[in-house]
């Protein structure tokens, strides 16, 4: 499989290119040059395979020959999962299911991508230099570090927005003692830590120099990797003979695209459901062609706190039938003005498959005390509002009721615990193995909005691990 950029002036790559690229050299995000396709028979042989052997089988089209070992890995990877089934289905309500996505080691769906990934970029570095530096709203972060703490040759550092992650995020990145991981608190905002990012990304002398790749959500293999949840929750509940609609709590647009790309590999999707926070800016363009930024407010789902969801651009491209000069004209026009509307059929053409949903955080405490009182289900406050908007009457309206609507619950409800406890009355409890995370010293330095800084710090840390094989 080869890969080309949304924005067309980036060499094609193949699997362990775009793997180690994250972001195309024109600014662009990369994409599959054709989507693969799995017809019904193909489909219907995954059922009942376990989770790691339907991950490669899924994967196999987007790898290509770039990495023999697939199904090996994919096997390393989820067997340290907390649940034999890696990705368990649940029902709540009549036609209503959960899928819980957080139970790998740091307790949030981003796990399920990054612990195959860290493993990728070992298979195919063998040994070379690498920096990896990511922005996280929180969960990526410490998905990340736990991925590739301690890894051969590679550096990683993580940038996070100062105080606006919970501390159990915080803590589950900045408590790894492993010296080549660096913490970096910005004093701003997610959308400053990830402007920062892609600014390391644009200087190309410090990219070089590091050798930079990233693992959020932007790195295609993530996406790729976060593809075969959805095939085994669909084939769980009856597909491909019958329809299902999923609902993912959205920040980066990184999860819900995923969901599209089982779709468009032929997976019988109804209707995807785009679930927000008070930072509500996907639902306002969904429903009315308006993508504005706004501020971005924090809420009690953090990790949803985002107004400029990078991956969108991915779906864009799609949306305009893969005209890259189309996509630069907008996403250019998006940075100035802070607005974009797409061409009317290509909006259509997304509702007719998304809608949008958007709850702000007293609405996310009463779905989690209801949650609770009708089902006994405590649920983060991410995944209380992916169930809120599977559950919403006007989205269901749309849905036959014969669909089961699959709401993905992406991280744990002791990972938001101050939130989940107020609002159900119980405290949920971390898992025996994070139990002593409130006493491990945590190793973090903090910066201003300030990409001079930030490479100083980055730089720092290239040195220091790669002394570190020296000295190996
Ligand atoms: C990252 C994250 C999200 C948002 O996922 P995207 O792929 O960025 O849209 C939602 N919930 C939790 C718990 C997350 O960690």
Redesign the pocket.
């Known amino acids: 499989m080869r890969y080309v950029s949304t924005r067309g002036q980036a060499p094609v790559l193949d699997f362990a290119g775009v793997l180690l690229a994250g972001l195309a050299e024109d600014g662009g995000l990369y994409v599959p040059e054709t989507w693969p396709s799995f017809s019904a028979a193909e489909i219907r042989a995954l059922r009942g395979l376990p989770y790691a052997e339907l991950a490669a089988r899924v994967m196999a089209p987007f790898v290509g020959e770039a990495m023999p070992r697939l199904e090996r890995l994919c096997e390393e990877a989820y067997v340290g999962f907390d649940h034999p089934a890696v990705v368990p289905l649940m029902q709540l309500e009549t036609g209503l299911w959960v899928q819980e996505l957080f139970h790998g080691p740091t307790l ?3 796990d399920l991508a990054l612990q195959l990934v860290g493993r990728m970029f070992e298979e195919v570095l063998r040994g070379e230099r690498l920096t990896i530096v990511g922005a996280t ?4 972060g410490a998905a990340a570090i736990e991925a590739l703490k301690d890894r051969s040759g590679i550096a990683i550092a993580i940038l996070h927005p100062e105080g606006r992650v919970s501390e159990v995020q915080r803590r589950q990145m900045t408590t790894t003692a492993s010296a080549n991981v660096a913490n970096i608190a910005i004093r701003g905002s997610f959308d400053d830590c990830q402007d920062l990012v892609k600014a390391m990304f644009a200087d190309a002398e410090f990219r070089r120099e590091m050798r930079l790749s990233a693992v959020n ?1 932007i790195n295609w293999a993530r996406i790729a990797a976060q593809i075969p949840y959805y095939f085994a929750a669909a084939l769980a509940l009856g597909a491909p003979e019958r329809e299902v609609a999923f609902s993912v ?8 695209l995923a969901a599209w790309a089982a779709a468009r590999m032929g997976l019988p999707v109804a209707r995807l459901i785009v679930a927000c926070n008070q930072n509500d800016i996907l639902a306002r363009f969904l429903a009315a062609n308006d993508m504005s930024v706004r501020p971005v407010l924090p809420s009690l ?1 953090p ?2 706190d985002i107004q400029v ?1 990078s ?1 969108f651009e991915r779906l864009l491209f799609e949306l305009l039938d893969r005209d890259p000069q189309a996509v630069e004209r907008i996403m250019l026009g998006f940075r100035r003005e802070g607005r974009m509307a797409v061409p009317a059929a290509a909006w259509e053409r997304m509702r007719a498959v998304f809608s949008g949903f958007a709850l702000d955080d007293a609405g996310t405490e009463a779905e989690i005390g209801r949650l609770h009182r009708v089902s006994g289900y405590l649920a ?1 406050p ?1 995944s209380a509002i992916g169930i809120a908007g599977a559950r919403d009457a006007s989205i269901a309206g749309r849905i036959a009721p014969s669909v089961p609507r699959i709401a993905a619950a ?2 744990h409800p002791a990972k938001f615990a101050p939130a989940v406890e107020r609002a159900s009355g119980v405290r949920p409890t971390l898992p025996a193995r994070l139990a002593d995370l409130y006493q491990r010293p945590e190793h973090c330095a903090v910066a201003g909005n300030d990409l001079v800084a930030v490479e100083g710090l980055v730089r720092a840390l290239a040195e220091r691990t790669a002394g570190l094989g020296i000295a190996a």
């Open positions: 949030a769906f981003k709203s929180g969960d990526t959500s709590p959205t920040g980066n647009f990184g999860n819900v789902a990790s949803m969801s991956n983060d991410h992406t991280a």
